[in-house]
């Protein structure tokens, strides 16, 4: 298998990345021409770092009209908030950060015991930001093949005045038109790489050699096999009594909160080798590391509803 991926790696076309990099780049511009005060989900993973880079291509360097938004559950990886700040300093752009915790001091967010993911409570504090800054347009770097959920929206997804998804109430985007139209109170979640696959992602990083954090490439981590993924051995995720610890070469491929968020087994480490696992992967990436995803077939859309990203 590897022998045929590696050929396939010297025969594999890029060429349609640029008609996907010229449709976000489109999207993100009619986003600072509808609305008055979007902003861009920024959490320095993979996919807003290629957004952030299609917005580099649209704007300018040093010129993103519309600032970066982060909640933050306080439970992320230190080398993704690190990462984070760097980038928006580096690139002039100004970054918001609201937290989870502030959310559970003010009693808006309770967890049901101190050990809770806090992962699911986002959606509070992304409200409570949304109100604070009255934004009428999140953009966001969700794509259709993460999750079924995910595959039904809208490229221009509506939300109503109380920051809910309604899947039967989805405006048609025909011939690429949208429909910008809002109520008072309402707000629009904009994925400009929703027709982008993992696959796409990992060929454009390795084409713009857009820099990550180093979690996404292969390093050695305790890790406790769980229900057939790899639990990262950490404060927030001891293991279990009879779970045994191990050290594995592993990476992410997508990343979120500590306490929900899995690695994969992996000695990939640069863009290119990724390229060739992705090719030979079988589940999608929230499907092989996100513990939030299995709770329920329709975890992902009851989030939705609830004001989830």
């Not at 480490?269 to 590391?289: F, H, K, N, Y």
Request: charged share 30%; with cysteine; glycine share 6%.
């Amino acid at each position: 298998m590897t022998a045929i991926t590696q050929t396939e790696l010297h025969t594999l076309s890029n060429s349609h990345l640029d008609a996907l990099e010229e449709e976000t780049i489109f999207i993100l511009r009619e986003v600072a021409a509808a609305f008055e005060r979007p902003t861009l989900l920024f959490s320095g993973g993979k996919d807003s770092l290629v957004m952030l880079r299609c917005a580099e291509k649209a704007f300018g360097a040093g010129r993103i009209p519309y600032p970066l938004l982060m909640i933050d559950t306080g439970h992320n990886f230190k080398e993704v908030t690190d990462f984070r700040d760097s980038r928006a300093k580096e690139l002039g752009a100004e970054l918001i950060v609201r937290n989870v915790e502030d959310s559970m001091k003010r009693g808006t967010v309770r967890l049901a015991h101190p050990g809770e993911s806090r992962n699911v409570h986002q959606s509070v504090t992304l409200l409570e930001a949304i109100e604070e800054f009255r934004f009428d347009a999140l953009i966001g770097g969700a794509r259709r093949d993460e999750e079924k959920a995910r595959a039904k929206e809208r490229i221009f997804s509506h939300r109503d005045s109380f920051g809910q998804w309604q899947p039967k109430a989805q405006r048609p985007e025909l011939w690429t038109l949208f429909n910008h139209k809002l109520q008072p109170g309402e707000h629009f979640r904009v994925f400009p790489i929703s027709n982008w696959t993992e696959l796409d992602v990992w060929q454009y990083i390795a084409r713009e050699k857009i820099a990550l954090p180093s979690i996404y490439y292969t390093h050695k981590r305790e890790v406790v096999d769980r229900r057939g993924l790899l639990v990262p051995v950490t404060e927030l995720t001891p293991p279990k009594d009879g779970e045994e610890v191990v050290v594995r070469d592993v990476r992410f491929r997508t990343v979120g909160d500590i306490t929900c968020t899995c690695p994969v087994e992996s000695d990939a480490a640069t863009p290119e080798q990724i390229v060739i696992e992705t090719l030979a992967a079988d589940v999608s990436e929230r499907g092989a590391t996100r513990m939030d995803d299995k709770t329920s077939e329709a975890s992902m859309e009851k989030r939705k509803k609830d004001g989830y990203f």
